[in-house]
């Protein structure tokens, strides 16, 4: 299945939700759920994303909930990351906190990040965590 593409052109202001591969060459303001992200050179995420495969050119400024992330050399983060496996490149700009965990994911349905909804493996566990937290 092919890459779903936010082109350097666009923003998108709320969540994205996919069931593949995004690419974001934009700007994202709000949570992005799938099973890999690629953020470009020119890429902005404002919001948390959680994905089994995280690889990060340009900029995070939120958590990150991912199995393994890479931060390449010109990635600017500026957020929590909670992981099974990290590889900073040399270069790469990192502030806040590292977490390693074998399950990442279930930590972020658990509500232990500031979600909101969740990719569609486990959005029945994160919309449960996020109405007994409203409750």
């Not at 082109?7 to 890999?36: A, M």
């Not at 995280?54 to 990150?64: E, L, N």
Request: charged share 20%; aromatic share 2%.
């Amino acid at each position: 299945m092919a890459p779903s593409i936010i082109g350097e052109d666009l923003t998108v202001t709320g969540n994205i939700i996919s069931k593949g591969e995004v690419q974001v060459d934009g700007d994202v303001q709000g949570d992005v759920f799938c099973s890999s992200l690629v953020v470009g050179d020119r890429g902005r995420v404002s919001g948390a994303v959680v994905a089994e495969e995280v690889t990060v050119h340009g900029r995070i400024a939120g958590s990150i909930n991912a199995l393994q992330v890479t931060l390449e050399s010109t990635s600017h983060i500026e957020g929590d990351i909670c992981h099974s496996a990290l590889k900073l490149e040399h270069g790469a700009f990192f502030e806040g906190q590292s977490r390693r965990s074998d399950d990442p994911l279930s930590q972020a349905a658990a509500g232990l990040e500031p979600l909101t909804q969740a990719p569609a493996a486990s959005t029945g566990k994160l919309r449960a965590a996020r109405l007994e937290r409203a409750a």
